[in-house]
């Protein structure tokens, strides 16, 4: 038998409380139909990916597909995401602390650049969409939550990209 790897892809499964899966306020629409309200995470995520079109979040392997993504009897939600192979700027800033070297200049601003656009994104949209855009705040940026995904083919050739995560 042979078996061929065509890609990686990370899988998160979120299990709330009943306390969390009745907060309105982690959900995106209608929450008193439950087949209109999302996980704010998932619709963060979504929307960023397909309706903005940043490529500084990690991206979503598959289109929100509310039967394949929610199960609202067991309060889960699970997202299919790229797999970032490089780990995290947590990691990156460890390994540089280990062996008592500074994190290259370029890669510094690389990041910038990444924290930028997703702010932007965040808080635009895409700026030249015609709609209604909800802006966003992420809650949990840290280092940890941004992540070094493989090299992108325009920007920074020479290192990961960074890709905001965990919205």
Not at 1 to 13: H, S
Not at 52 to 70: F, K, Q, W, Y
Request: glycine share 4%; charged share 25%; aromatic share 8%.
């Amino acid at each position: 038998m042979l078996l061929i790897v065509t890609q990686r892809v990370f899988r998160k499964d979120v299990l709330w409380t009943t306390d969390d899966w009745s907060d309105a306020r982690k959900f995106d629409g209608d929450v008193r139909h439950k087949e209109q309200k999302t996980p704010w995470e998932l619709a963060c995520h979504d929307a960023l990916n397909t309706e903005a079109g940043c490529e500084s979040v990690v991206r979503m392997r598959e289109p929100l597909n509310r039967n394949r993504h929610i199960n609202d009897a067991q309060m889960t939600f699970k997202m299919y995401l790229e797999f970032c192979s490089h780990g995290s700027l947590q990691d990156l800033i460890g390994n540089h602390q280990a062996s008592s070297t500074r994190i290259p200049e370029s890669m510094v601003w690389n990041v910038a650049e990444c924290l930028s656009d997703c702010g932007n994104a965040m808080y635009d949209g895409d700026r030249n969409a015609i709609g209604h855009w909800d802006q966003m705040v992420h809650r949990d940026l840290k280092p940890l939550n941004v992540f070094l995904a493989a090299n992108h083919p325009r920007r920074w050739r020479h290192f990961p990209q960074p890709v905001l995560g965990d919205l």
